[in-house]
Each structure stands twice: as C-alpha cells, then as structure tokens.
C-alpha cells in the first residue's frame, strides 16, 4: 500500500515496503489487498490523504444508544360505513354527509390523525342514527295518516 508522508507530522514514518516511485505510474483500477500485513508500530496521521480508488475501512467508536419506549398504538376509530350506506334508505338528506364524514374518518385513520378521526366517527354516528330515526318516523306517520285516511 503506497501512502504519501504528511510532511506536517514529524511522527509519521515510511516503511521500506510503502516507499513509493514518483516516477511510477499507478494504475487506478488496482485494487488494495485486504490481506496485506501492515506494520503495528507505525503511527498512522488520520488527517493523511488517501487515494480516492483505494478501498478505506475505518474504525468507528461504539455510538452509544439510547433505549426505545415501544407505546401501543390507539386503535383506529370506527369509520361506520355500513350504518351510513343504510341510512341512504330511510333519509337521504342526512345520510350524505353520514357517507362523507365517514370516509373522512378513513382517510383520517390511514394518515393517522386520531383526534380528526374521532371528530368524524361521533359525526358519522349521529349523522346515521338521526336518518334512520328520521327515516322511520317520516315512514311511520305516512302510513298512520294513510290509514286514518282510508277510515273515513
């Protein structure tokens, strides 16, 4: 491995073995033997230049880490899709925005903002139940006055 002297560091010493040819032409795509016994003694100046073909693998110091708290998740709210297609059959005025605020609580859940979602799912509900109650008591009262009508 042919390393150039950092002038800078009086430390810093050439093996026999690293001394390099100025002359010498390297060949970029020469590749560094993994293998290649190193000499333990010699101090090593991490500032030193390294040839940008050649292969690094430094060392790094254990990071130290921090613990991880695992928290369980809220569940996701109840989108009530169903009970708002059903409400379509009692009143459909109601039942619109039922359907809406439903799949504002679904997009709501997929993106994870609980607080929008519960926003959506009591609307949802009481936008559902309020149709179907409505619902039935509009059909309800049609067929009471129907029947007092047929009576007189």
Known sequence: ???VPDPRNPEFKVTPMQQVNPRQQVNP???VNPMQQVNPMQKVNPMQ??????KVHLMQPPIPTQPVILMPLNPPEKDYLFLSIIAFFFFIPLA???L???LKTREANFLGDQRK?????RLVLGFSISSILLGTLLVICTVVIRVLKQEM
């Open 1 to 3: 491995m042919a390393t």
């Open 29 to 31: 795509m020469q590749q």
């Open 117 to 121: 979602a519960k926003i959506s799912s």
């Open 100 to 102: 809406l605020f439903s």
């Open 96 to 98: 619109i925005p039922a």
């Open 49 to 54: 230049q390294v040839n940008p073909m050649q």
